[in-house]
């Protein structure tokens, strides 16, 4: 079992991070994110090629079908995602720009929200970024897979300069 970290946050004073810094965010986690779906992507190339074997005459892309490797490809962003929302409430682009992804009861994040939440982003994606810039247009600055998974994603203060 996964050590979560939970902290409670006072929601009658918070405060919400912009759009443009949300964006950020997707920004810093895709180029952490490219790299960890590159390793996979060769680990199921690898494998593929061994249990299969290698015909010189064929792409070695070709024999891994692309079903499996998109699954491998879903799964690895979910575990991704899930993982740092489960444990802390942050990814690591998260942590950089101070934003936190709280349930809106101020509980640990669970796996539906999580799930939700990530099928809600394909969506609001999906319909050419609508749901992203819903922010702008809801009083409590949320998305749709924020709605969806109820969740909110809040800003953390800046860290108070410690007195030498």
Partial sequence: MMNTIHVKHDLKNTVYPSLPRCLLVIIYDSILLIPILMITSSITLFASTAIVGFNSNENLALQTPVFVRQVIIVLTIFCFFSWFW??????????????????????????KQTSLRLLGAVISAGFFGLGYLWILLDAENRTWHDIISKTRVILLPEASSIET
């Fill in 86 to 111: 489960i444990k802390n409430g942050q990814t690591l682009g998260m942590q950089a720009w101070r934003i936190k992804l709280i349930s809106i009861n101020d509980e640990n994040i669970n796996l």
